[in-house]
């Protein structure tokens, strides 16, 4: 059984990997096989669906859902361009930054899906190449979902999986060497495409002229969104005090905003834009790894993973921190790290005895080394997608030259970070 749970992964893997089928499909038709072989029974299976990270991720779609119905996007990224003057590189500089801090408390594909229009329209309007801009949001987008727990699907599911890891944990632990690899990012990119970052004083005014209120659609949902918004927040900075799962702060969130909404319009549009592809992707992905799990071969993993480093805390997270890092940046992080989790869990019982660095190694890798490639993260892909749909093309080699650099980096310092934090 564990060779034939084995294979099942490996063979949903690559064709994730290939992209020759969706890879819900491929997740799904891999879970329903472990079933079907007898792998697993049905109730075992669905013991093994993480519903604290599905109830996370669809209550946050729906709050972003209609949040977005609203306008405050496009409002905040005209007002972030006229602060900065419409001056090409302070520009680059905000939309980034834009992006981090929207990647952080939203998600990483949910802020790109908003960002990308608005930047090709200021871009437009100052004839700029939009490609430094693009790169700068990707890369942006991911470094930002590192430093919460609802800012990158990995960060869901590590701390789903660990219930001490909570949202101000994940601030407090991971928001610091954010903030730094954000910083060095910005300044890379301001000096790689400086030259490029230029336009007509002319063109600036045109930005300086446009009328940001203009963008806000419906004033009175508006309203209602920030104050359900809000309350979502602080449901989640008092997580350690309440203890109320993560999952049902965000569904809480995302119906009271669907109640508050009124129209039937808002609701149906809201439901209809949750992301059911991936929650199907998690669900079929749960059920696989679930396999790997009840046949031991998770367990084997551990015991050659402890071997390797022989129970060192220091070895270990310095492995896990590069393994997840540049795995992350030629593979999808999401089933890696769903792989990793009971993996690190296994190794708790058997030797390592202080698991919170591999824990934030765990996630650092994946997070940050999605960066690496253009399939590293779904980011990266939409980005992709949305840039060719407008006539404008990220090669796989153009983004390596930036983003494998930059991925490096940020991991080097991450390294550096987790062993003066927590290993000396």
């Not at 096989?33 to 519903?51: N, P, S």
């Not at 001056?87 to 949910?110: I, K, M, W």
């Not at 390592?352 to 993260?377: I, R």
């Amino acid at each position: 059984m564990e060779v034939m749970a084995g294979g099942i992964f490996v063979v949903m893997y690559a064709v994730i990997v290939s992209e020759k089928i969706h890879r819900t499909v491929a997740a799904m038709v891999g879970a329903i096989l472990m079933i079907l072989v007898g792998i697993l029974d049905q109730e075992t299976a669905l013991h093994h669906i993480d519903f604290n990270t599905l109830g996370l991720l669809i209550g946050m779609m729906i709050l972003v859902s209609v949040t977005s119905q609203t306008g405050l996007f496009d409002y905040v990224a005209i007002k972030a361009a006229k602060l900065a003057k419409a001056e090409p590189r302070r520009l680059l500089l905000y939309l980034g930054l834009l992006t981090g801090v929207f990647s952080a408390f939203l998600d990483n594909v949910t802020t790109v899906l908003l960002m990308v229009p608005v930047t090709f329209a200021i871009t437009i309007k100052l004839e700029l190449k939009v490609v430094p801009f693009l790169l700068t949001q990707i890369i942006a987008s991911n470094i930002g979902g590192t430093a919460t727990l609802i800012g990158d699907p990995p960060n869901i599911m590590i701390g789903s999986a660990v219930p001490e890891l909570t949202f101000m944990a994940f601030i407090k632990n991971l928001a610091p060497i954010a903030v730094l690899s954000f910083a060095v990012v910005l300044f890379v990119m301001d000096r790689l495409y400086r030259r490029n970052l230029t336009t007509r004083p002319e063109l600036q005014e045109e930005i300086l002229k446009m009328d940001e209120r203009k963008s806000l659609r419906d004033p009175a949902l508006l309203r209602r969104a920030l104050f359900v918004l809000a309350l979502t927040m602080i449901g989640f900075f008092t997580h350690s005090i309440t203890h109320v799962e993560s999952s049902l702060i965000a569904l809480s969130g995302g119906f009271l905003m669907l109640l508050l909404a009124g129209d039937s319009r808002h609701v149906e549009e809201a439901l209809h834009k949750v992301e059911w592809p991936t929650i199907f992707f998690f669900i079929g992905l749960f059920i696989v790894v679930g396999g790997l799990i009840e046949t031991g071969l998770i367990g084997d993993l551990a015991r050659e993973a402890v071997a390797l480093t022989q129970g060192d805390t220091v070895l270990t997270s310095m492995l896990v921190l590069w393994l997840s890092a540049i795995v992350s940046s030629v593979l999808d992080n999401i089933p890696f790290v769903a792989t990793m989790i009971p993996l690190i869990q296994d190794m708790g019982t058997m030797g390592v005895e202080h698991l919170e660095p591999v824990w934030w190694s765990l996630s650092l890798g994946a997070c940050l080394g999605g960066n690496g490639t253009l399939v590293g993260a779904s980011a990266n892909l939409i980005v992709a997608a949305m840039a060719a749909e407008r006539g404008v093309k990220i090669t796989f080699m153009s983004y390596l030259k930036v983003g494998f650099g930059v991925m490096l980096l940020t991991v080097a310092l991450s390294m550096v970070y987790v062993y003066l934090r927590y290993l000396i």
